[in-house]
Each structure stands twice: as C-alpha cells, then as structure tokens.
C-alpha cells in the first residue's frame, strides 16, 4: 500500500493530477497508523528533497505546496472505515482503473501512465 501511496503522490506532486491526489488520500486513509505514518514520512523527505534540489523558487514552492497540502488532508483527523469506504468510491467514479489498481495494490498503474517520473 505504500509504494501506491507513494506513485501516487509523487503523480500529484509532479504533474498535478487531480485522480492521481485522489489516489494517495484513498490509500491513505485505508492504511494503518503505522503505514500512514510511513506514507507521512515518504511526504516529509520528499518536501525536503524538493526544497534542496529545485533551483527555481516558484517551482519549488508550488510542488512544496502539494506535498504540504497532501501532509495536512492526511493528519487533519483518524480515518475511519467508513471515510476510506467513501474515497474509495470517489476514486471509482473519477478514475476506475486507479481504484482497481488499488484494491489489488499495484502501484506500477502510476510508472506505465508516466514513465518518466520513474
């Protein structure tokens, strides 16, 4: 669950697809505590990353933004079953192949859509 957690967001992040940000909320809000813990940290290292690498500011704050954006959608509260139910379906009704992709946890959906982000 965390690799796709984690193609996902780096889709988000990257090139702003809105199904791909879906994505990432879905799987993280039907993971553990100890797995969003793990998918909250790949989101730090990643923030810190674009913030030491990206020469252009404006870049560089934009994807900050998105990954600060996913950081705090995920800590704003304990999901329960029932709102993993519901981004699920949100997910199936935005980007079915995403969603099929996640109930089998296959991440690779994300490195065939976009191969050279990976």
Not at 28 to 43: D, P, V, W, Y
Not at 92 to 118: G, T
Request: with cysteine.
């Amino acid at each position: 669950m965390v690799q796709y957690f984690s193609n996902a967001a780096r889709v988000y992040v990257l090139k702003e697809e809105e199904d791909a940000r879906c994505a990432a909320l879905a799987a993280a809000k039907i993971a553990g505590k100890r797995q969003r813990k793990t998918m909250l940290n790949l989101l730090s290292q990643m923030n810190t990353n674009v913030l030491s690498r990206y020469p252009d500011k404006s870049a560089r704050d934009l994807l900050s933004r998105r990954i600060l954006s996913l950081i705090n959608d995920i800590e704003s509260r304990d999901w329960d079953p029932a709102d993993a139910h519901e981004e699920k379906d949100k997910l199936s009704r935005i980007n079915a192949e995403y969603r099929a992709c996640l109930d089998k946890v296959d991440p690779s959906i994300f490195m065939k859509k976009f191969p050279k982000l990976f």
